[in-house]
């Protein structure tokens, strides 16, 4: 089952802005990757020590780092010293568990996301928070593991006359954002097959294990509506231009994500009230067959009811019964009671109640 909520508690009484990672360690080291680019050309290295980020600020071009893993606190905190980032922003990139939104710090702009991933081999959705940091000629990405879902962007940074590169940071974030909700599509697609599958399967025979397969996709449902909800009011923000970091033209492309943001939110709606519908068709399921077996049971009880009279009459103790002592008594005991269940049947046939 998809984990909807994350533990907290170690950080009961910690003054705010206290960087503490809470969430799962979802690699085993922080792996920094620094892309500068301009119109003309980009570059990509790896770096080893933090403080080398800060010789990218300034100059000409665009600097985009990307940060896999956050839970080296040490590591956050170099870097928020690096540029300047707000304590409370470095609080909320180690806590895993933060809504989506966006909060303006003036000279950078900090958004949250959610991107979920269905690629494993059950086919469990699992959510991962993104951070993106939006300054005026760089951008920092966090991610909680690798692989990314940013690789086609990057590689779109690194092609040779790339369109991507004619533009500035934030449309390199638009890019990002674009990327985290395009994913979006890819799982919902998977969750639509799994509907499908599963009302194909209510209809034949529900079992035990289909009213949990139920259960398991509801959750989905509530993961996916957690993750995207508050996320048109992010994209909304930034569309409507209210940070002086986000040009004129980027508003633009923010307002076609913003479309497919809207878009994604009416089919998980519509996958809510469907999986709903399936588990009222479960119940409806399981009442039929209740029925049916109730039905069966008392169309047996009922023929048997007036045989065990006859039996129990012959059945009784008494010293004087005429019927005893004839010849063909039993016989005509045993057609008696064919007859009479012969008749029911006809008679429940005509009735449409077999």
Sequence with gaps: MPRLVKTRSRKAGLPPGTPMHIGEKKSERTRIRVLRYDEAQAAEKEIERIEDCAALRGGAGVSWIHVAGVHDVALLEKLGQCFGLHPLVLEDIS????????????????????????????????????????????????????????????????????????????????????????????????????????????????????????????????????????????IGGLERGRSSLVREGTQVYLRDVYDHTAHVIDTIETFRDMVAGLHDIYLMSLSNRMNEVMKVLTIIATIFMPLSFIAGVYGMNFRHIPELDWQWGYPLSLGLMLVIAVGMLIYFRRKKWL
């Excluded at 993104?130 to 962007?153: H, Q, R």
């Design 95 to 234: 806590n895993t568990d933060q809504r989506p939104k966006m909060e303006d710090y003036g000279d950078y702009l900090y958004i949250v996301l959610k991107m979920l991933h269905d690629g494993t081999p059950t086919g469990e959705i699992h959510s991962e928070q993104v951070s993106i940091i939006l300054g005026p000629d760089f951008v920092i990405s966090f991610e909680e593991a690798e692989p990314t879902v940013f690789g086609p962007v990057r590689e779109r940074l690194l092609a040779d006359r790339a369109h991507i590169r004619r533009y500035g940071a934030d449309y390199l974030a638009y890019c990002l954002l674009d990327s985290v909700v395009d994913n979006y599509f890819a799982v919902l697609e998977k969750i639509g097959q799994h509907i499908e599958q599963m009302q194909e399967e209510m209809m034949k025979s529900p079992t035990r294990t289909t009213q949990q397969a139920l259960h398991h996709l509801r959750a989905e449902t509530i993961l996916l509506r957690r993750s995207v909800w508050p996320l048109r009011e992010v």
